[in-house]
């Protein structure tokens, strides 16, 4: 699955229960189909993806923020509960530049 996207932020942060380094992606989509306008809520929703470690920190460069990009993901059956699937991040593609997750 592809999804045309704006990155908003990269956070670095360190898990409370564990101390382990993780990584969070904010983002919006794109699509004006995911423009929102009901009694509670208007605009687009500011989507999150947490990644352990900080590679992908490491990776993002400040000048990706607020440009275009893609996300492929890829549907995977969760750990907790096999019956669920989950969206994993495996790239993001900004311009010409890949980044692999």
């Known amino acids: 699955m592809k999804f ?9 942060y360190k898990d409370k229960k564990t101390g382990n380094d993780k990584v969070r992606l904010g983002y919006r ?3 004006n189909k995911y423009n929102q306008n009901s009694l509670t809520f208007k605009g687009y929703a500011e989507m999150s993806y947490f990644l ?3 590679e992908l920190f490491d990776k993002m460069k400040s ?5 275009p990009a893609e996300l492929t993901m890829e549907e ?19 311009g010409n530049e890949v980044i692999n997750v």
């Open 76 to 94: 995977q059956p969760s750990s907790s509960n096999p019956m669920r699937k989950v969206a994993v991040l495996k790239q993001i593609r900004i």
């Open 29 to 31: 989509l794109k699509d």
């Open 63 to 67: 000048e990706y923020f607020g440009m």
């Open 52 to 54: 352990d470690g900080i």
């Open 4 to 12: 045309q996207v704006e990155l908003t932020n990269c956070l670095k």
